[in-house]
């Protein structure tokens, strides 16, 4: 298993260098002068040339990518042009909103969704499978922002149980914390939920139908025992695939959770960045996604292992 790991940590080497590389080329195969977009209609040449000046336009296109390059392997992944500060630590301020909204999200879509997918294949035809289909088939067909939208106004603003927009840091407390992000967790963790049922009912139904389950039924084994101990842990490298493909997804889901509750993380630093051609922000960004990508990724290989040590990579 150590070596299966060692395998899969040294493989990402030349993924992440190809992506640094398409990530850096963005800003020269965008259409047009980026210093003159960046400096506006009404700039003057000086302004002009001194943007150009400060990314590097100015020498050849191998030079500037190493040393960006060489930055990021030094923890240097640029300056920010409008906001004077660095890409590093703008990233690290809107570190905190983001990831409590992914781990919030995700555990309560794991608790919620992986139950409900294990009970609708048990009970399979059953008035709780085809609620749980039903449910599943809603969610997964409703925009996030209408979700958004939808629990802001009703929960936050006629009801008043819930902050409206922004965020408070856990540093606030744990009750302030959790105001602000109850209602983007349940507006992003719904569709979550049922992808998530959606696969552990298919995947557990294809494991109930195996023989070795029929062989402990007919041991007289408890409903959930078979279950969890032989049935879950059998059918859970896609339920595992669909939670990791969801924790990538809801990056990009941050960018718009994020402008809909007006929560300042790494989502609404992104929007910001592209709108004024921040390209120094806009590269420091993506490089990170691709990087939780990758990480994500190679987590799932190793519970894959977990799972079934059978699996070699």
């Not at 987590?299 to 292992?305: G, I, M």
Request: net charge neutral; with cysteine; charged share 15%.
């Amino acid at each position: 298993m150590i070596q299966s790991i060692i395998g899969r940590l040294v493989s990402t080497i030349p993924v992440m260098f190809v992506v640094s590389l398409i990530i850096f080329s963005l800003l020269y195969l965008t259409p047009g002068d980026p210093a003159r977009i960046i400096a506006g209609t009404t700039a003057t040449e000086e302004d002009v040339a001194r943007i150009r000046e400060t990314l590097g336009l100015n020498e050849p296109f191998l030079h500037r990518y190493l040393d960006w390059l060489g930055g990021v392997l030094h923890g240097d992944l640029g300056r920010s042009i409008f906001m004077d500060r660095t890409v590093i630590e703008l990233i690290g301020q809107r570190m905190e909103p983001t990831l409590s909204v992914m781990a919030l999200t995700v555990i309560f879509a794991v608790l919620v969704a992986v139950p409900c997918g294990v009970i609708a294949a048990w009970r399979v035809n059953s008035l709780t499978d085809r609620v749980v289909m039903l449910f599943s088939i809603a969610a997964f067909s409703i925009p996030v922002f209408m979700i958004g939208y939808v629990l802001d106004y009703f929960v936050a603003f006629k009801m008043r149980w819930l902050a409206i927009q922004g965020y408070a840091g856990i540093s606030d407390g744990i009750g302030p914390w959790l105001s602000y992000l109850v209602l983007p967790t349940v507006s992003v963790g719904l569709v979550y939920i049922a992808l998530i049922a959606r696969v552990t009912r298919a995947s557990m139904l294809e494991v109930l139908s195996e023989d070795y389950i029929r062989t402990a039924r007919a041991k007289g084994l408890l409903g959930r025992r078979i279950l969890f101990l032989h049935g879950l842990r059998n059918a859970a490298n896609p339920i595992v695939t669909v939670v990791c493909v969801g924790i990538a997804l809801l990056l990009g889901g941050a960018v718009v959770i994020e402008s809909v509750f007006n929560i300042p993380g790494i989502g609404r630093l992104t929007v910001d960045a592209i709108l004024r051609r921040d390209y120094p922000v806009i590269q420091g960004v993506m490089l990170l996604f691709s990087l939780i990508y990758i990480a994500i990724n190679l987590l799932a290989d190793v519970l894959y292992l977990f799972f079934d040590p059978r699996i070699r990579y």
